[in-house]
């Protein structure tokens, strides 16, 4: 069994494989502060909940967005799982062909979902990825990453209306009943969630246009993914361990060049 790691900024998810069968996987907060130990002890105690013991655990496989956490999390894997992690780096063999200026550029958390989604549902495909940014990556069906969008994640400007604006509320992120609202929170929802499904389907619309790839896939990850086409309309997937699945591909691509 392996288990993959993939740290983004607001969140850590973990997922343990069992061949290519998921059987285990937890989301933790993303934090710089916590210690080594406090790390793999955290790592070990989430196991004791699970059916799988983490003795059964053979390698570790990392992918991170957040340079600050990675010296406690490596050590804290180094010491309490006893196993060397395979960190995810540009120079790794992905089988996706990085088409653009300088390839280091590339997130590593958007590489694993191109090599999740062009793996198990080909290409081309526009990978649509809700976390803290929100992401457009395109990959060809011979896996050339052919271009990629960045936009404000649905959270960000959530958290940037309530703190520029000293009487809005915090509120819940999801769609209302209906768009003619009468009270502010849901005049908020309204405002944050049609505009994010307007941005969907206009840059989706424009990618497709723009590669003259009309009748390219469209796979969705992240859990604001629902909230945006809860009626699946938009896109052809919804995967929301995208990731995981492109950790576990990428540690069969190179367990044997370590």
């Known amino acids: 069994m392996i288990l993959v790691i993939d740290v983004s900024n607001t969140n850590s998810t973990l997922g343990v494989f069992d061949g290519d069968k998921l059987v285990a996987n937890w989301r933790l907060s993303t934090l710089s502060s916590r210690t080594s130990d406090e790390t793999g002890m955290m790592i070990r105690m989430l196991f004791v909940?699970?059916?799988?013991?983490?003795?059964?655990?053979?390698?570790?496989?990392v992918s991170s967005v957040v340079p600050n956490v990675m010296y406690s999390l490596l050590n804290g894997i180094r010491k309490y799982l006893n196993r060397e992690p395979m960190v995810v780096r540009a120079g790794m063999k992905t089988g996706i062909n990085l088409r653009m200026e300088n390839p280091k550029e590339m997130g590593t958390d958007?590489?694993?979902?191109?090599?999740?989604?062009?793996?198990?549902?080909?290409?081309?495909?526009?990978v649509v990825d809700y976390s803290t940014a929100t992401t457009f990556d395109v990959?060809?069906?011979?896996?050339?990453?052919?271009?990629?969008?960045?936009?404000?994640?649905i959270q960000i400007?959530?958290?940037?209306?309530?703190?520029?604006?000293?009487?809005?509320?915090?509120?819940?992120?999801?769609?209302?009943a209906s768009l003619i609202t009468k009270n502010t929170v849901e005049s908020i929802q309204a405002g944050l969630?049609?505009?994010?499904?307007?941005?969907?389907?206009?840059?989706?619309?424009?990618?497709?246009?723009?590669?003259?790839?009309?009748?390219m896939k469209v796979i969705a990850t992240g859990?604001?993914?629902?909230?945006?086409?809860?009626n699946s309309e938009i896109f052809d997937v919804y995967d929301p361990v995208l990731a995981l699945q492109g950790l576990r591909l990428?540690?069969?691509?190179?367990?044997?060049r370590r």
């Open 223 to 230: 859990g604001l993914a629902k909230v945006i086409d809860e």
């Open 49 to 61: 909940h699970s059916d799988v013991s983490v003795d059964q655990i053979e390698a570790v496989v």
């Open 193 to 215: 969630v049609e505009s994010h499904i307007g941005e969907t389907i206009y840059i989706i619309e424009q990618i497709k246009e723009g590669l003259g790839l009309p009748e």
């Open 157 to 176: 400007c959530a958290d940037a209306l309530t703190q520029r604006a000293a009487q809005l509320p915090k509120i819940e992120i999801k769609r209302p």
């Open 250 to 256: 990428i540690y069969e691509k190179n367990k044997n």
């Open 110 to 126: 958007r590489i694993v979902n191109l090599v999740a989604a062009y793996e198990i549902y080909g290409g081309p495909a526009i």
């Open 139 to 153: 990959v060809s069906a011979a896996g050339e990453f052919l271009t990629g969008i960045t936009a404000p994640g």
